[in-house]
C-alpha cells in the first residue's frame, strides 16, 4: 500500500457537515483530507425540494449539494475517493486505512451520517474473528479456505474476484438489484444472509436457504458501522456518536459532527456541527504544537 502525507484535518464524509468543516478547514490554512467514496450525501440529493436552510429557499437538494460541493472544493482540499475501513490512533497521528492505501492525520472529525444497516446476527461479536468489512485488507488470512462475500453495493464483486484467486471457494451473495458481474470461479447465491455462527471463529453463515460453511465473512456495505471504523468511540442510545459542545468524542483529537450525532437530522444543524468540530480541531492541533515546543524547550535547557 502507498504511504501518503501527513494531513493536519481528515474528514471521513463528504456530506454538509463534512463539507463544512473541510471548506473552513482550508481556509484557515490547514492541510484536509476529505474522504467521500460517494457522490456527496445521496441522501440530500434526493430530496425534492428544501424549504428551511436559510437564504437558500426552494432549491432541490441535488441543486444545493452541488453548490455546498462546489463552494468546498474550490478551496483544495485534497478529496479522496475511498472508503475508510478503519481507523487507528496512535501516539501523535491517526492512521486511516483504506482498501487501497493507508493514509496519516493529526485529527479526525467523523461526518459519516446514519448507518442504516441492520448487523446480522453474530456480526458485531465475531469482528476480526472470521467477520472482515475489507477483502483486500484480510484477504490473504484466508488463503486456501472458504470465504463467502455478502455484498450490499456492486463494488464488491472486485472483491469477490480477488478472493477467488487465493481462496478455495468464494460464495458471492447480492444484496442488490444489479445482476452481478464476476468471474466463473465465483458462485453466485441469491439468498438472504441471516447470522453468523462460530464459537472462537466463524464456522458458518446461515441464509434463509441454507447453511454455509465457511472460515470468513466478508460483509461490503456504501457505509459501516462508525464504531467498527474506529473501536472505543463512545456511542449514546440509537448508536449515535457521544460529544461535547465542542463536538469533541472520548477520544482525543477525534469530533464528530453532523447526522451521526443525533436529531435533528437537518442540514443547518450538520453545517454548524462541521463548523464548530474544526474549530475544536484547529484548536486541538495549537494545543499540540505548543505541547511539542514546551517539550522541546525543555530538552534544550536540560542540555544547556
Request: hydrophobic share 40%; charged share 25%; glycine share 10%.
Amino acid at each position: 500500500m502507498t504511504k501518503k502525507p501527513v494531513f493536519d484535518i481528515a474528514v471521513i464524509g463528504g456530506g454538509p457537515a463534512g463539507l463544512s468543516a473541510a471548506l473552513t478547514g482550508r481556509i484557515r490554512n490547514k492541510q484536509v483530507a476529505l474522504f467521500e467514496h460517494r457522490s456527496f450525501s445521496q441522501k440530500l440529493q434526493k430530496a425534492h425540494t428544501v424549504e428551511n436552510y436559510l437564504g437558500l429557499p426552494e432549491l432541490s437538494g441535488q441543486e444545493m449539494m452541488r453548490q455546498f460541493a462546489d463552494h468546498c472544493l474550490k478551496h483544495q482540499p485534497t478529496l479522496i475517493k475511498e472508503k475508510v475501513m478503519n481507523i487507528f490512533p496512535g501516539n501523535e497521528m491517526f492512521t486511516l486505512l483504506t482498501p487501497d492505501a493507508t493514509y496519516e492525520a493529526k485529527t479526525i472529525i467523523l461526518t459519516t451520517g446514519v448507518t442504516s444497516a441492520v448487523l446480522l446476527g453474530g456480526e458485531r461479536e465475531l469482528l476480526g474473528r472470521g467477520v472482515s468489512y475489507c477483502a483486500t485488507c484480510d484477504g490473504m488470512l484466508y488463503r486456501g479456505r472458504d470465504v463467502a462475500v455478502i455484498s450490499y453495493t456492486p463494488e464488491g464483486e472486485s472483491e469477490a474476484d480477488y478472493l477467488s484467486e487465493i481462496c478455495l471457494n468464494v460464495h458471492y451473495l447480492p444484496q442488490y438489484k444489479e445482476t452481478p458481474c464476476v468471474n466463473d470461479k465465483v458462485e453466485v447465491l441469491h439468498s438472504k444472509p441471516l447470522e453468523v455462527v462460530g464459537k472462537q471463529t466463524v464456522d458458518e453463515l446461515i441464509t434463509d436457504k441454507g447453511t454455509l460453511k465457511v472460515d470468513g465473512v466478508f460483509i461490503l456495505r456504501h457505509s459501516d458501522p462508525v464504531e467498527n471504523i474506529l473501536p472505543g468511540l463512545e456511542l449514546g442510545a440509537g448508536d449515535v456518536i457521544l460529544v461535547k459542545r465542542d463536538m469533541a468524542t472520548n477520544i482525543p483529537g477525534v469530533f464528530a459532527a453532523g447526522d451521526c450525532t443525533g436529531k435533528p437530522w437537518q442540514i443547518a444543524k450538520a453545517t454548524g456541527e462541521g463548523l464548530v468540530a474544526v474549530f475544536s480541531a484547529i484548536q486541538y492541533l495549537d494545543q499540540q504544537s505548543r505541547k511539542t515546543a514546551d517539550g522541546a524547550s525543555d530538552k534544550i535547557q536540560k542540555n544547556v
